[in-house]
């Protein structure tokens, strides 16, 4: 991206100096013997900026690659007594890796379903859920016993 804008400046400096600053000083500009110098200099820059379109164009393209081809969104949860943060995640369908800490005083885990959880996570640690998620509305919740329903649960849309 900076190649890109460093030689469109230099193409946008050029186009203006030489219509605007060279002419005022130069009232011949470019002159007899300027003129294959200055249509050098013009095609040179153009085929510069094309050039640089082409090669710092392609920058972005891996990262959107690896997005098309299912790369597994991260999402950062906390957990704590009682409460499920953020309350309210929305991510887009397909492979979710939940990164779960658990900042509480006592032991919890991150459950999707019975089968979809993460092993008791004890206080300070971290645990990663790996799913594959369709288009729906999901709830996540803590599964020890009594804590979902002190209110350990958030709302996961998948769009």
Do not use: W
Not at 46 to 65: D, Q, R
Not at 127 to 132: F, I, P, Q, R
Request: charged content about 15%.
């Amino acid at each position: 991206m900076i190649g890109l804008a460093v030689v469109g400046a230099c193409f946008i400096g050029f186009a203006l100096v030489s219509s605007f600053v060279a002419p005022r000083r130069l009232p011949d500009f470019p002159g007899k013997n300027g003129l294959p110098v200055f249509m050098i200099a013009s095609f040179g820059l153009f085929a510069a900026m094309l050039t640089a379109v082409a090669v710092f164009g392609v920058e972005s393209e891996p990262a959107k690659s690896a997005e098309a081809k299912g790369a597994a969104k991260t999402v950062q949860v906390q957990e704590k007594e009682f409460k499920i943060l953020p309350a309210s995640l929305s991510v887009a369908a397909g492979k979710v890796t939940f990164v779960v800490k658990n900042i509480g005083k006592i032991p919890h885990d991150l459950s999707i379903s019975a089968s979809q959880k993460t092993p008791l996570i004890k206080p300070g640690g971290t645990a990663n859920l790996a799913v594959t998620l369709a288009k729906g509305t999901y709830t996540l919740y803590c599964s020890v016993p009594g804590h979902r329903q002190l209110g350990m649960k958030a709302t996961l849309k998948v769009t």
